[in-house]
């Protein structure tokens, strides 16, 4: 025993087989179960990709109908689970309030759960992607201060996650302005899977152990928040932030260059040439700008950084572009989202590429995840008393 294969950061380790998410980082491929990114973006609603994560195949009209009647008779959640937000300071990040909150579903959804049940298995899935947005907004909510929305049936999944953000009670005519779900929309399809990324690879792990899926899910909450994973939209605003005018930009480029810091939403594990995903945001971000007309400074001087990334040497050698984060956390910004909230929307889009990999592994027999290591401390030694230690 201890002859392990040493690899850290799992560079070159597979630990499964999975028929959900093909990434090509080499050829900036990206597909969904088949099906290419830029024309699940481009096509479907995210409540339809999400069905195709978690059933292997895109819905025909008829299962579209049933799979989104059965996601609406989920949405609400638990009216005690308000006690768990207000137990929270009212200024606590969001993604502190979802890693509690989630993981608390699993004290609503524990008693009679049998993770070897397929039906069981399956509603758990429904019952996740259905009040992740609700649970979302509600955390915002209560960071403004401001009463919780029950979700409306009516609107389509991301046109209700809209309206429970910035509806109130007293505005009985509130309209969902269709460019903003729109480009949610998108940004939730285009956040909802990407293979064994650190997240996932968590909520595989905390589910082969048999735990409770929502206590998995909110581990997987939790090693998104890291500014490395999902925490890098939200990073890459306060990097703006921290710059502040375009006039500092080479300045800052200097400390990246000297490795002072990181470029935020700029690099990728497993892209090298290009994100597939950024490039579809990319568009989406100039047809969101224009529609709205935002002039904002921290937005010209995000396009000016992405100009001299993409044109300086340094970045070029490196292979380091622009990430789906650098464009989602701008277009976040202009429609009116709050940066404590970005990774938040990540979480509730990544809900339903999680709870795919948990239902793949409970699909088939699987082994608890057990890593080995190298050991690097000290070999044996006999026991000191405390008064003979130096
Ligand atoms: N800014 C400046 N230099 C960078 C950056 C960056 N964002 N990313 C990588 N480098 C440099 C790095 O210093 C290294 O240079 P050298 O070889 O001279 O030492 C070289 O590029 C290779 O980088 P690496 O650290 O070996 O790459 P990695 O695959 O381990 O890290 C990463 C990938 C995403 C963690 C990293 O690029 C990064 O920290 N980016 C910024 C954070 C970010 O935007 N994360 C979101 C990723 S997309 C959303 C998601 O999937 O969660």
Redesign the pocket.
């Known amino acids: 025993a201890g002859y392990w294969t040493y690899d850290p950061?799992f560079m070159v380790t597979a630990p499964v087989e999975s028929k959900i998410t093909f990434i090509d980082g080499g050829k900036g491929e990206l597909l969904y179960r088949g099906y290419p990114i830029d024309q699940l973006a481009n096509n479907a609603e995210y409540l339809e990709v999400a069905y195709a994560l978690v059933h292997g195949e895109l819905p025909n009209a008829e299962q579209k109908k049933a799979f989104y009647a059965k996601i609406h008779s989920h949405t609400a959640v638990h009216d005690q689970l308000r006690k768990f937000f207000e137990g929270f300071r009212r200024d606590a990040h969001p993604m502190a309030i979802m890693v509690g909150v989630v993981g608390a579903l699993s004290a609503f959804y524990h008693e009679g759960f049998d993770v070897n049940d397929e039906r069981h298995r399956e509603i758990t899935a429904i019952r996740l992607i259905a009040k992740m947005p609700t649970l979302a907004a509600m955390s915002y909510k209560y960071s403004q201060g401001e009463p919780f929305m029950y979700p409306r049936n009516d609107f389509n999944y991301a046109e209700n996650f809209v309206y429970m953000m910035f509806a109130t009670p007293a505005d009985v005519n509130f309209k969902v302005n269709p460019i903003i779900a729109d480009a949610l929309d998108k940004i939730f399809t285009l956040h909802a899977d990407?293979e064994q990324?650190?997240?996932t690879s968590t909520v595989r792990l905390a589910g082969s152990t048999g735990a409770n899926p929502y206590a998995c899910i909110a581990a997987g909450i939790a090693a998104?928040w890291g500014?490395?994973?999902?925490g890098?939209?939200e990073?890459?605003l306060e990097m703006l932030d921290e710059i502040g005018t375009v006039e500092n930009v080479p300045a800052f480029m200097e400390k990246?260059k000297s490795?002072e810091?990181?470029?935020?939403?700029?690099?990728?594990?497993?892209y090298k040439n290009f994100?597939p995903r950024a490039q579809v945001l990319k568009k989406t971000c100039d047809e969101v700008l224009t529609a709205l007309g935002i002039n904002d400074p921290k937005l010209e001087l995000a396009m000016a950084l992405e100009k001299i990334a993409l044109e300086d040497p340094?970045?070029i050698e490196?292979n380091?572009y622009p990430?789906?984060?650098?464009y989602s956390g701008i277009i976040l910004k202009a429609i009116g989202i709050p940066t404590s909230m970005f990774t938040v929307i990540?979480s509730l889009a990544r809900t339903s590429g999680w709870i795919s990999h948990w239902l793949e592994m409970h699909s088939e027999p699987f082994k608890i995840g057990r890593p080995r290591q190298l050991y690097t401390g000290e070999t044996q030694r006999d026991f000191v008393k405390i008064e003979d230690r130096k």
């Open positions: 950061g990407h990324n650190a997240s998104l500014p490395s994973h999902g890098a939209n990073a890459v990246v490795r810091v990181k470029l935020m939403g700029f690099g990728h594990r497993v994100d340094f970045f490196r380091l990430n789906v984060d650098f990540f």
